[in-house]
């Protein structure tokens, strides 16, 4: 069976998580992403920053994107897979957390992320059916 790394978009690129949430759309524009992992001093997963992050946590709320730091917006500990993790710890995962983007590691290293179509793609088509319902629920 597919693995994570498999079916991941590797080479993912961190955000600090002292850098400003500005700084942060800047990148998401610049990379033409929707989401990045946010990183810290000491290189480890954070979080992840969303667009959607940007739009309601942030400019709907009235905070200033400028001041406001992407670890700010970082969430307890972050949701992750297993580079060597199989397709079906991949669904598992998405669905149980009911995130879109699953940062992979490698030990503690980020190595790619695995997209709801990345998972949807190598998913049987009930399983991929299923999880796009999980995730299109009510948050």
Not at 51 to 76: C, F, N
Not at 80 to 95: N, P, Y
Request: with cysteine.
């Amino acid at each position: 069976m597919a693995t994570a790394r498999d079916i991941m978009t590797p080479g993912a690129e961190c955000i600090g998580a002292e850098e400003s949430v500005l700084a942060g759309a800047r990148k998401l524009t610049a990379l033409g992403v929707g989401a990045l992992p946010i990183c810290g001093t000491d290189n480890k997963l954070k979080g992840v920053l969303t667009d959607r992050d940007v739009v309601v946590k942030v400019l709907g709320a009235g905070k200033d994107p400028q001041r406001t730091t992407t670890g700010e917006l970082a969430q307890g500990e972050a949701v992750t897979i297993g580079a060597d993790d199989d397709v079906e710890e991949v669904f598992s995962t998405m669905k149980q957390h009911k995130v879109r983007r699953l940062p992979v590691i490698d030990g503690h290293d980020l190595v790619g992320i695995v997209a709801l179509a990345d998972a949807a793609k190598a998913l049987p088509n009930p399983k991929s059916g299923e999880l796009i319902e999980a995730l299109s629920s009510d948050r």
